[in-house]
């Protein structure tokens, strides 16, 4: 099951087994493999990620959704943030 970002319960820990990148149709991804489903992740946080991969994969990271914001450049649109915390 993958669900998006926005989906995730506030304030809730989730376990990360592991981070992916994939390619997609609108190009590079990073999905968070949890322990009931996955998540896509922003895309604002590919290039931050991509070379962290192998460090998530070890089991010992949680990520929690700290609810919407809005886009300081547009109030029209907001995003979710995110934190990863270590175990």
Same mark, same amino acid.
């Given at each position: 099951v993958t &669900? &998006?970002?926005t989906e995730l319960e506030i304030n809730k820990k989730?376990?990360?087994k592991k981070l992916q990148s994939i390619k997609t149709k609108y190009g590079e991804a990073v999905i968070a493999v949890?322990?009931?489903f996955q998540v896509f992740l922003p895309q604002r946080l590919v290039k931050e990620l991509t070379p962290l991969i192998d460090e998530f994969d070890t089991g010992k990271y949680v990520l929690v959704?700290?609810?919407t914001i809005k886009n300081e450049d547009d109030d029209? &649109?907001?995003?979710?943030?995110l934190e990863f915390f270590r175990k």
């Open positions: &669900k &998006k970002a989730y376990h990360i949890l322990t009931d959704n700290r609810g029209e &649109k907001s995003t979710v943030s």
